[in-house]
């Protein structure tokens, strides 16, 4: 592979902003400066005006495979991961058949060799996910996996959860939890509030996550296990991190780029694109959460990438499946609403109660508008941690952007606008629910272990 | 044409109708809504001083029998009444302006609904002209030539003539 | 009414304002007196096509709207369920686009999801209709209710020449022409009704003052936005009540959880025989049917002369016309007074 030489751009990490130029050898970084010397035959990828930033992590896509292949594979999945500025995705575990034993873990692992990022595995925490047997995770463990969740459920037994945990402190993996107490949530489809009274749809309560978020901290502070909560969607959830983090409990948590945009007044239209588990809230909730994101309750932003066909979404709201693409818009979208205008929908359409421009949330970002260094840190060097894929972990992301480490970074224009439509996305499907919204802030390029695997907003594979 | 001439042309008719019938059993009077509707009240009126008898009356809003359904706003104005039976009798149809004979041909299919007549003869108080369609009327008012684009007002005062105002469909 | 040009549709009460309403009831009127005559039917709908989509079977309903389709001269196409292609896997959109595909200029749609016809008007170039879907509204049921009481207000007003009044009730001569001053009580299972969800709509609409009357678990968990009271307490409102609009309450609530028995639900929000007698002078009694005689309603109460129940059936199809005439015949706005007779054509 020939040099790269990053010129022009401004380096963001967890040490702070200068303007430098960096030097791509193999898989790192070889030097970073002024004026730094280029050997002939190095490519030269144009940074101006734009931010240099460790590439992102996703805590939480579906890839889809195996089972699913219509709707996804680790290859689409991972270039729609690359285009959007991630160097390493964690797959979730809810694939068929599910990733809850060494043998499908491997074979995944397998797969995302040859994809454009890394991918890491989150494996199921119950056999088939069906929250009654453990899985073998001294096995599963031994393959480098470091998170443990039955995502798309959650463990409804509490008993088998808190020897889950038990078991998991002495190997040093975290378990993660989708948070909905089954019986509170009774096969709801979206949120039960106003909304759901006027459409006349089963909806599930706040108090479905609430009740098992609350369980969950309970057995952290009685186990001493560290855990890691997905997609934190309520005003309640957020009070209950709060106080566990200020009690010093080890736990984190991630919030989808829908729950910090969206509302239950979206499924208005019945439009199965805004059908997601957890359910979009209210606009209390979601200044709840970006609030939390911005004092840290939250610690970072994970996609929750859920890819489905086309047709799956075309049915009647209570039959379509749950689920929204992310991975191509999840940073546009966050640096739009933190820092730049607020996200908005192109063209006409009905009035503003239902249709486009619906059930979005507007107002300032908390606090005022972020630096690009809190905008990355929720996207990459905190979900690197996470993960166990940053630098101290003994991987390769998360940065900082110095001579000697890895090369996996992001090339961000955030003066490029674009508007979100469907058709020219990478991803196999095509469910976003931002159809028509223009963004502000591009990726330019995502440099991935040393190759450049998206030049110019383009794919290389 | 003004009052008093209304007031003639209406006795005249009523006596063509006798005539040309025979007497006045077995027909029925029928007004279409909304202009030709007062018109028929005062046929009736006049039948009875002129003859003794009360003519069997009724009403017919052809807004479902148009031809123009879906092309321009349609809905009916007044409820129809026609409580009698029609099989075997004359219908006296009556309307106030005769004009493309659109709304006779329309007022001809619904009274075929009714059952079937033994004659319908048309009644008008003015003929403009401008045939759409093969209609006559049996007994006229007055013949008045118009330009397409004139209305005709047929009121209790009298017939006016006047200019095409805008309706409120701005067409 | 959302006024003009584009097609029409009726998914939602909220598609019709009060002027629309009454437009829809004055069409009634027109349709009640054609059933009447020898030949009940008119050429207003010919050349254009109905199709009913029943993807929830109802026969009661669907005959309805086929009947009045057919006396508006309409032609009618029937797909039921079971004899769709839903079957083999193909997805709801491809359905509605097969069959906007055939050239149909209404579509009926009646599903056991919420939010379909709205679905299905992002589908198709024809006029949506709304039979019933899930538990998000039922608007015809709605119409044909308020129509009803009308009707029974309006005789009653007739009746009584020179007499007092019927409550709060000014109008034309003829009657009341909406519902204004008029107290309703909506008793059962609102949370889950369709009925009962355009019903509100529709009476508010109307100016009539409506209480939901039930348990809290059948309530809908949020009343934010309903224009409407509430309490869990019958017999404290009941005498005060215009209209008794009862709900069916299914099985299924008890064995959820809901309701500890139907007994219960009979004794505490039942019109009993008791309560009947306690009805306020010149309330009314309806039901959208079936009814659960026992449960909701006591056998002897269903049939007393104040029950509405027999008339609501029948003036479905008066109203199902309208609706139809309103959406396929009648383009652009309503007018507020009449002067198609002085424009050009006559």
Redesign the interface.
Known sequence: MPDLLVRGGTLVDDQGERRADVMVRGRDIVAVGADLDVEPGTVVLDAGGCVVAPGLVDLHTHLREPGGETAETVETGTRAAALGGYTAVVAMPNTEPPLDHPSVVRDVLALGHFALTDVAVAAAITIGRRGDTLVPMGEIAALGVHLFTDDGRGVQDARLMRHALEYASDLGVVLAQHCEDEALAAGGHMHEGAWSSRLGIAAQPAVAEEAMLARDLALVRETGSPMHFLHISTAGSVELLARAKAAGLPVTAEVTPHHLVLTDAAVATYDAAYKVNPPLRTDADVQALRHALVSGVIDAVATDHAPHPAERKAEPFDQAPFGMTGLETSLSLLHTISMGAGATRSGAGEPAVRGPGAGETRGAWPGGAWTFAELFAVLSWRPARIARMDRTSGGRHGGPIEAGTPANLVVFDPSETWEVVPDEMVSRSRNTPFVGMRLSGRVRHTIHDGEAIVVNGQAQR | MDTDEVSRALKRIAHEVIERNHGLAEVVVVGLQTGGVPLAERLVRVLKEIEGVSVPFGTLDVAFYRDDIGLRPVLPEEVTSIQVELTGRTVVLVDDVLFTGRTVRAALDALADYGRARAVQLAVMVDRGHRELPIRPDYVGKNLPTRRDEVVDVTAEGVDLGELVADRSGR | MIAGTGTRHLVSMTDLDREGIL?IF??A??FK??AE???P?????RG?TVATLFFEASTRTRLSFETAAKR?SADVMTFSASASSLEKGE????TIETIDAMGVDAMIVR?K????P??VR??TKASVVNGG?????HPTQALLDCYTIREALRERAAGAHGAPGVPGAPGGPSGPEDLSGLRVGIVGDVRHS?VA?SGVLAMTALGAEVVLVGPRTLL???????PVKSTPDLDGVLGTLDVVYLLRIQQERSESGLLPSLEEYHRRFGLTRERATRLGEGALVMHPGPMNRGVEIASEAADLPCSLITRQVRNGVFVRMAVL?HL?????????S?????????
């Open positions: 437009g004055h069409l009127d027109a007196e054609v005559r020898p030949i039917r008119v050429p207003a709908l254009k508006l997805s709801l959109r491809d599903h999801s919420s939010g379909v709205a679905q992002a589908w879907d899930g538990q998000h509204e369709r969800r809908p968990p949020s009343l934010d936005g309903w005439f396929l015949g009648a383009s652009g706005p309503l007018p507020v009449p002067h198609f007779a002085r424009t050009a054509d006559a």
